[in-house]
T-cell receptor, first 113, second 114 residues
Framework: DAGVTQSPTHLIKTRGQQVTLRCSPI?????VSWYQQVLGQGPQFIFQ???????GRGNFPDRFSARQFPNYSSELNVNALLLGDSALYLC????????????FGDGTRLSIL | DQQVKQNSPSLSVQEGRISILNCDYT??????FLWYKKYPAEGPTFLIS?????DKNEDGRFTVFLNKSAKHLSLHIVPSQPGDSAVYFC?????????????FGKGTLLTVNP
């Protein structure tokens, strides 16, 4: 079975631009979460969606937004990119029930010039 | 304020010996804890988890111990193998189980020498 897939794998943008990252969850998983990992740190929670509704939001500015589609795939949008947005963006999916671990994709490496 | 702390940035062990990775947390509302392993250029891979109602969970070579009074957990790998060399992240979640947001530590780089 396919795992969590993310696209693109790498992306280079300049300051002020906008970016959209995509995630397809494991088949049957209804919950998708987004995390940002900067060098030397652990992943930091950005959003969680379940059944197309936002379930949780981390401490990120309004430049960050996301949505989940009827097929449970998800997009993360970041506007007005800053140099500090350079990071690995990870998507994780889970079935949606309690105590089922989140499974991660390989991430999108975003570089801001 | 870091709520999940992995105070050892790196650990080196010999093949066949035990690896012990440690993690401390400060938020008493955390009730579910997980360990993930991460190789370069890959996403984190789930290893093992433990609920706050337990103090030990075992899966093959991996055992996680939880000491709630000390707000401390550890991952034991026995015997360690060279393929275990990776960054290990401790993560915690609050009410709602592992489906709720995960709070991660900074990770510990484990190197297992042949």
């Amino acid at each position: 079975d396919a795992g969590v897939t993310q696209s693109p794998t790498h992306l280079i943008k300049t300051r002020g631009q906008q970016v959209t990252l995509r995630c397809s969850p494991i088949s049957g998983h209804k919950s998708v979460s987004w995390y940002q990992q900067v060098l030397g740190q652990g992943p930091q929670f950005i959003f969680q969606y379940y059944e197309k509704e936002e379930r949780g939001r981390g401490n990120f500015p309004d430049r960050f937004s996301a949505r989940q589609f009827p097929n449970y795939s998800s997009e993360l949008n970041v506007n007005a990119l800053l140099l500090g947005d350079s990071a690995l963006y990870l998507c994780a999916s889970s079935p949606g029930q309690s105590n089922q671990p989140q499974h991660f994709g390989d991430g999108t490496r975003l570089s801001i010039l | 304020d870091q709520q999940v702390k992995q105070n050892s940035p790196s650990l080196s062990v010999q093949e066949g010996r035990i690896s012990i990775l440690n993690c401390d947390y400060t938020n008493s509302m955390f009730d579910y804890f997980l360990w993930y392993k991460k190789y370069p250029a890959e996403g984190p891979t789930f290893l093992i988890s433990i609920s706050s109602i337990k103090d030990k969970n075992e899966d093959g070579r991996f055992t996680v111990f939880l000491n709630k009074s000390a707000k401390h957990l550890s991952l034991h790998i026995v015997p360690s193998q060279p393929g275990d060399s990776a960054v290990y992240f401790c993560a915690a979640s609050g009410s709602g189980g592992s489906n709720y947001k995960l709070t991660f530590g900074k990770g510990t780089l484990l190197t297992v020498n042949p």
